[in-house]
């Protein structure tokens, strides 16, 4: 299936402190077919220690170097924000421009094909208010995954959407966990309780976590909104080591590109409740003993 791309939508990275990091993600990005006639634009976060400063100033003198792409836009920040509200005001600025986006990190490794994928499905679903996004990681589930396939909520791991769904997100996780709570959708929104996705929020309002991606997970969630996925997932997670904020060091989460052209088709717009089962097959098999245990009672 073809459909015309009037404009190719923007690729925003934000970033603090891991140079190398970003470096791998620049390298997989200018590797990507679309890539030379797309924008970037980079979200430099400022430094909050004085042990951050150089660091900080390397990624600045190392963006002003980039090419390969149509335009590379520079935005750092006056003063530190922290990643949650870099990555929040960062996707409303360039929405509010752009109106479509497609979003990451520092620490993704992309495939060969991921922004002709993210492109592709921004256009065929720009006016189709089901959806809420585009999303470029899969887990590596033990059985097969649909080509492309749906699930409730959004996702956060090379990303894309409109100003029209990002209308959607809220930051209030207390609002977000009440509404969930009074209408019985714990269990739904932790993938049939394999995956604490609630606690994440439960730690947002301890102030143990600041995770923006919850949020816009259950503000999607919430509304019935869907995120399109593929089988083959198109990004690899190098950030998994400790070396950002909520990070965990784990191995458990990487998956091999496959750098091979894609097939594009329509996608019927329901959420997929064999690729869902697969997710959570995924996360029990990386359950601990304990959040086992835990289950037995729960679910």
């Given amino acids: 299936m073809k459909t015309k791309i009037k404009n190719l939508s923007p690729v925003v990275i934000f970033a603090y402190n891991r140079l190398e990091h970003l470096k791998k993600t ?30 900080v100033i390397n990624i600045k003198n190392f963006i002003h170097k980039i090419k390969g792409f ?5 935005i750092q920040r006056k003063k530190n924000l922290g990643m949650s509200k870099n990555i929040i005001l960062g996707v409303s600025q360039t929405l509010k421009k752009f109106k479509k986006g497609i979003f990451l990190e520092d620490d993704m490794i992309l495939d060969k094909y991921f922004l002709e ?11 189709n208010k089901k959806v809420s996004s585009i999303h470029g990681y899969s887990y590596p589930t033990n059985k097969a995954l649909p080509e492309y396939f749906f699930l409730k909520g959004a996702d956060c791991w090379g990303w894309a959407t409109w ?13 977000l966990l009440k509404k969930i709570n009074n209408k019985g959708l714990v269990k739904s929104f932790n993938f049939n309780n394999t995956y604490n996705y609630s606690s994440m929020l439960k730690k947002n309002l301890k102030k143990e976590n600041s995770s923006w991606a919850i949020n816009w997970y259950a503000s999607c969630f919430l509304k019935n909104k869907l995120t399109l996925y593929p089988g083959k997932s198109l990004v690899h997670n190098i950030g998994n080591d400790l070396s950002g904020t909520n ?26 409740e064999y690729a869902k089962k697969q997710f959570e097959e995924f996360f029990l098999s990386i359950m601990t003993l304990k959040d086992k245990f835990k289950r037995l009672f729960s679910v």
């Fill in 117 to 127: 994928y993210m492109n592709f499905y921004l256009e065929f679903y720009k006016n």
């Fill in 247 to 272: 990070c965990g060091e784990t191995d458990v989460f990487n998956v091999k590109l496959k750098n091979k052209p894609l097939k594009f088709n329509q996608v019927m717009v329901l959420e997929s």
């Fill in 26 to 55: 620049i390298e997989s990005l200018k590797k990507c077919k679309l890539s030379k006639n797309t924008n970037l634009i980079i979200y430099l976060d400022n430094y909050n220690k004085e042990s951050d400063k150089q660091r």
């Fill in 163 to 175: 100003a029209r769904a990002w209308k959607l997100y809220s930051n209030d996780s207390e609002y």
């Fill in 70 to 74: 149509k335009k590379i836009t520079l």
